[in-house]
């Protein structure tokens, strides 16, 4: 046998560059993802051209509900350009022929690690999150069958303890992402590692959310208008983030989602972490006509 009969003749890839056999899987199960929201649906994880923890779960779903029509945005813990950012939004761009965009109006689809727009999204908008750990029991319980008959039978008192210990120990909840989540006062999930700052845009939101992890080959929902509670006891409030003091030096904003700067001399500086957030509040202030939408925090406080 010689190694040219081994060899394939060259093949252009299937649109979106999953086979239709694998988009139609993870259609059902999204399906089913909505109709049960929370729930972790199992489904058969493919190889994508990207490293396994690098968001190879959302990029599967992203690819299967791509439309050549489809407006594109990519975020990678907040901003548009760094290589992880670009290189999905271009590989986006090259398999489906889409319309790449950093902004959070004009995006159909917006794919995202570790943060959620401070614009709010649409009903005609998709938002994919990417998710390293799937599992909101896993700190708890290690047995992953376990876990399942846990979560079956709603039993959700470790992860209360473990609350609590925190708030016992340190005075309050440390849990900084990730924070466990009721969703649809059934399922508890994992709300992927967003600060606590985003967990509360999930709440009855407008758009639908897909979490997809592709190492842990789970995906799971939140359809719009479902209810999303963090989970807090009755007497001790949940806290976001205390950023609403903070402003960026880059666009005199306060009241949003800071990234911390250290400087030399121990002082630190603060920016937006939504990258093109900050980009049109520059281009505003220089007299651009830029439009920018209605945000889920005002002045500091979640607005509803």
């Known amino acids: 046998m010689k190694l040219q009969e081994l060899t394939r003749p060259w093949a252009a890839f299937n649109y979106g560059f999953l086979d239709e056999s694998a988009k139609r899987e993870i259609r059902r199960r999204i399906l089913k993802a909505i109709a049960v929201p929370g729930y972790q649906v199992p489904y058969a994880s493919r190889e994508v051209p990207m490293a396994r923890g690098w968001g190879t779960g959302g ?32 590989f986006f761009g090259r398999v489906g022929g889409v319309i790449e965009t950093e902004d959070t109006q004009g995006a159909t689809i917006i794919q995202s690690r570790h943060r959620i727009p401070e614009e709010k999204l649409r009903d005609d908008q998709v938002l994919v999150l990417q998710v390293p750990d799937p599992e909101p029991l896993r700190t708890v319980q290690s047995d992953m069958p376990v876990a399942r ?17 925190q708030l016992v120990k340190s005075g309050r909840i440390m849990q900084y992402t990730e924070y466990p989540s009721l969703v649809n006062g059934r399922h508890v999930i994992s709300p992927s590692p967003i600060p606590r700052w985003d967990v509360l845009k999930l709440n009855k939101a407008d758009h639908l959310t897909i979490l997809s992890a592709g190492r842990e080959k789970r995906i799971y929902a939140v359809p719009p208008h479902t209810r999303v509670e963090p989970l807090v006891f009755d007497d001790v409030p949940y806290r976001v983030e205390d950023h609403q003091d903070k402003t ?19 002082s630190a500086k603060f920016e937006l972490s939504d990258s093109h957030f900050g980009v049109k509040h520059m281009r505003k202030a220089e007299g651009e006509p830029v439009a920018i939408g209605d945000t889920w925090y005002k002045n500091g406080k979640m607005n509803r």
């Open 59 to 90: 990029l599967q779903v992203s690819l299967t509900i791509l439309k050549p029509d489809a407006v594109v945005k990519v975020i990678d813990q907040g901003t548009d350009d760094s290589v992880n950012a670009c290189s999905i939004r271009k």
């Open 149 to 165: 008959e846990m979560h079956g039978d709603a039993d959700y008192g470790q992860l209360w303890l473990i609350l609590y210990e």
């Open 248 to 266: 960026c030096y880059r666009t005199n904003v306060t009241g949003f989602f800071m990234n911390e700067l250290p400087q030399d001399d121990g």
